[in-house]
């Protein structure tokens, strides 16, 4: 398995050096850049001032050659730096550095979230078919999946204004100060993010239906065995097998789904710098903070496949 994990993850540089081209040359297509942003705001506070454009385009490197502006941002990257943002002129990776932590948090309680309320609604549903319990739950994941996550974030403020009077906390509360006001900050957009569950659920349910209807589950039921022992030991382990496949989706719609998430909750993550950097056209902002996330998730897409020898021991890897 280790010779396969290392040319799994060779095999992520070109990979991501190829999605860095085509980032690279769409941001080029996109009407206007950086100069012209920077143009457009001098001219509505001065109308009149004299702007040397051409000279603007030379303090910022935007009249080199393209390949020249991206192997210069290639070969930083390999040096571990991302870029200098020409709005502010600090380094991408520190400013990263500081936003990471926001995005893995947001995402890292999602991901509990999700999984408490998949779960057990999966199982229950599944073991209680056709009752009650089981249309309740499968009414859930279509609500849950049917409902966008913006629309529901815009909702959720909104009437909370009008019949509850809150109003969510617009200054970031760190971790290390006030553990609870961040989680309290936190757990609103996190709940939002988990509506698409309803997925996960539905797979888990079907899966599960598969595996107790299978003949070795009906042998442990006729022996006696423990129902714990049962669900948890036979059937849920080898429905999560199939299962790992789909926390691929639901792992990359969290990732796009804390992008909005930190724009409307005002949360300094990941998401919320990639949009202010697309606003003002800061390319290599914008490259720096899509290649951590295509890199975060190329990266879960290797320990999900690597995962299935370990819920299956019949899985080798050669």
Same mark, same amino acid.
């Given at each position: 398995?280790?010779?396969?994990?290392?040319?799994?993850?060779?095999?992520?540089?070109? /990979?991501?050096?190829?999605? +860095?081209?085509?980032?690279?040359?769409?941001?080029?297509?996109?009407?206007?850049?950086?100069?012209?942003?920077?143009?457009?705001?001098?001219?509505?506070?001065?109308? &009149? !001032?004299?702007?040397?454009?051409?000279?603007?385009?030379?303090?910022?490197?935007?009249?080199?050659?393209?390949?020249?502006?991206?192997?210069d941002?290639?070969?930083?990257v390999?040096?571990?730096?991302?870029?200098?943002?020409?709005?502010?002129?600090?380094?991408? /990776?520190?400013?990263?550095?500081?936003?990471?932590?926001?995005?893995?948090?947001?995402?890292?309680?999602?991901?509990?979230?999700?999984?408490?309320?998949?779960?057990?609604?999966?199982?229950?549903?599944?073991?209680?078919?056709?009752?009650?319990?089981?249309?309740? &739950?499968?009414?859930?994941?279509?609500?849950?999946?049917?409902?966008?996550?913006?629309?529901?974030?815009?909702?959720?403020?909104?009437?909370?204004?009008?019949?509850?009077?809150?109003?969510?906390?617009?200054?970031?509360i760190?971790?290390?100060?006030?553990?609870?006001?961040?989680?309290?900050?936190?757990i609103?957009?996190?709940?939002?993010?988990?509506?698409?569950?309803?997925?996960?659920?539905?797979?888990?349910? +079907?899966?599960?239906?598969?595996?107790?209807?299978?003949?070795?589950?009906?042998?442990?039921?006729?022996?006696?065995?423990?129902?714990? !022992?049962?669900?948890?030991?036979? !059937?849920?382990?080898?429905?999560?097998?199939?299962?790992?496949?789909?926390?691929?989706?639901?792992?990359?719609?969290?990732?796009?789904?804390?992008?909005?998430?930190?724009?409307?909750?005002?949360?300094? &993550?990941?998401?919320?710098?990639?949009?202010?950097?697309?606003?003002m056209?800061?390319?290599?902002?914008?490259?720096?903070?899509?290649?951590?996330?295509? !890199?975060? &998730?190329l990266?879960?897409?290797?320990?999900?496949?690597?995962?299935?020898?370990?819920?299956?021991?019949?899985?080798?890897?050669d």
């Open positions: 398995m280790r010779n396969y994990a290392i040319k799994r993850l060779l095999l992520l540089i070109p /990979t991501i050096i190829l999605f +860095t081209i085509t980032m690279f040359l769409a941001l080029q297509l996109m009407p206007g850049d950086y100069v012209d942003t920077l143009v457009m705001a001098i001219r509505q506070q001065d109308p &009149g !001032a004299d702007i040397d454009r051409e000279a603007l385009e030379e303090e910022f490197g935007l009249n080199r050659p393209l390949i020249t502006q991206y192997l941002w290639l070969g930083g390999f040096r571990g730096e991302l870029g200098v943002s020409m709005l502010t002129g600090k380094s991408a /990776t520190a400013e990263m550095i500081k936003r990471i932590p926001v995005t893995v948090e947001l995402n890292l309680i999602s991901f509990i979230i999700t999984w408490i309320i998949a779960l057990p609604v999966g199982i229950y549903s599944a073991l209680f078919q056709d009752t009650k319990l089981d249309y309740l &739950g499968r009414g859930f994941t279509v609500v849950g999946m049917a409902m966008p996550d913006y629309w529901v974030a815009t909702m959720v403020i909104v009437f909370g204004v009008i019949w509850l009077g809150w109003v969510p906390d617009i200054v970031y760190p971790f290390t100060q006030d553990p609870l006001g961040n989680l309290r900050q936190f609103v957009p996190a709940l939002i993010m988990s509506l698409p569950a309803g997925g996960l659920v539905r797979a888990l349910r +079907t899966l599960t239906l598969e595996v107790i209807r299978q003949d070795y589950v009906r042998t442990a039921w006729a022996k006696g065995l423990k129902e714990r !022992a049962i669900i948890f030991r036979h !059937a849920l382990r080898n429905a999560m097998i199939p299962l790992n496949s789909m926390l691929i989706p639901v792992f990359l719609g969290m990732l796009g789904g804390s992008v909005i998430m930190e724009n409307v909750f005002a949360l300094p &993550g990941m998401g919320r710098y990639l949009i202010s950097a697309l606003q056209r800061d390319w290599p902002i914008v490259l720096g903070t899509n290649l951590f996330f295509t !890199a975060l &998730g990266i879960t897409i290797v320990i999900v496949d690597l995962s299935y020898a370990w819920a299956d021991p019949r899985i080798r890897y």
